[in-house]
Structures are given as C-alpha cells and as structure tokens.
C-alpha cells in the first residue's frame, strides 16, 4: 500500500477506523523530511497490512498544532485509536522495522488499563 496523506476531512476516521497508522509530520522544505520519504515509502510498500499516513504541516496547520507537531520530522503511531509513539526527527530504515515489530507486539489490553489508571 502507497502512503496516504491526511487531511482535516480524514484524519480523524483514518486513526479511528486502522488498526495501525504511522504518520510523517514533514514539508516540502525540509531537508531531513525529504531524506526520510523513501524509507517510509518503501515501509508502507512492505507492510500492506498498516496505513502509512503523510501530514504536510505546511498544507495541514491544524492538523500539525493539535497534534503539538514542533520540529519536523515527526513520526506519529497509532493503535486501535489510541496513540502510542511520538519522535522528532528521520528514522533509518532499520529503526523504522523494529518501531513497526514494536507496534504489532503491543499488548493493547495493557496499554489501554494504564490509560485507565492514569485518567
């Protein structure tokens, strides 16, 4: 599966209707985002099974400010709905791999009763 791009019409049911999202904050300016494009490409093409979601802050400010979007790149993953990682700055590919091994290993009984215990 290519990447998607997101925008105020989808954002929301794309992270709420996949079981798994990974969203690249980026724009056209930055150099690091531009690194960083094939790699996440080239993930979205192995792992048909996740949406691979691009947001252009430049394009998307209100995406980019709810999601407190500071520095680009930032790389986002959801699960189930619920977000669960965050990092500033390009991933290598191999990085990328294990965050994506990391995703699919999650206990998300566990994740959600530790939300619960927070709120």
């Known amino acids: 599966m290519a990447t998607i791009n ?3 019409e989808n ?3 794309t ?3 996949s079981p798994i999202v990974i969203v690249d904050f980026w724009a056209t ?4 985002c531009r690194q960083f494009g094939p790699i996440f ?4 093409e192995k792992h048909e099974d996740i949406v691979f979601a691009k947001v252009d802050t430049d394009a998307e400010q209100q995406i980019a400010m709810a999601a407190q ?3 680009i790149p930032t790389i986002m993953a959801f699960r189930d709905g619920i977000a669960i990682f965050r ?3 390009a991933l290598p590919a191999p990085a990328l791999e294990e965050l994506i091994a990391d995703i ?5 009984d566990k994740v959600r009763a530790e939300i619960e215990a927070e709120g």
């Open 87 to 89: 990092q500033s700055g």
């Open 6 to 8: 997101l925008t105020n």
């Open 11 to 13: 954002f929301e049911s």
């Open 41 to 44: 490409e080239a993930a979205s």
């Open 104 to 108: 699919r290993a999650l206990d998300m």
């Open 15 to 17: 992270i709420v209707d």
């Open 69 to 71: 979007i500071t520095s």
């Open 29 to 32: 300016w930055c150099g690091p």
